[in-house]
């Protein structure tokens, strides 16, 4: 499979799930592991540009696909994505643990967006945003922070 940008080959049980071998045997801990039942959304990542539950797909079942992770979003050292600094712009990271899944399923749906032409209105967005959970209640930094780079907000792609 293709793991952000890079060709990767391993034998795996045919159990293992992503989620778990993007981040023990790869070593790509952005992905973390909430509920592990699909429902919390720590564990988005983006599957052939689709944001998908790493927790409910299996390690086999992305053989020859294209993976990408929280940290495919920017170069180290390198500049954030429109999404990641809306969120530290707003201060929507607070503990940080549902922030990669919440970034990585806002690109999955900008990138679709911008593949399909289609201006993205603030209802889509809203229900875009249930698709995770923030145990800390930072919902409000996170909705701004999302409505920012999707230029609801000041600062924003077309604020």
Known sequence: MNINGRQIEAEV??????ADFLRHRVGLTGTHLG???GSCGACTILVDGLA??????????????????VESLAEPGGPLSPIQEAFTNQHGLQCGFCT???LCSLTAFAEEAEDT??????AELEE??????CRCTG???IRRAARQAFGFEPGGAHG
């Open 128 to 133: 875009q945003l249930d698709s995770s959970f």
């Open 100 to 102: 990669p899944g919440f």
């Open 13 to 18: 049980e045919s159990r293992l799930l992503l």
């Open 52 to 69: 998908v539950r790493s927790c409910l797909m299996l390690a086999p079942q992305a053989n020859g696909r294209e993976i990408r992770t």
């Open 139 to 141: 919902y409000v930094n």
């Open 35 to 37: 509920c592990e039942q």
């Open 117 to 122: 032409g289609r201006e993205v209105l603030e």
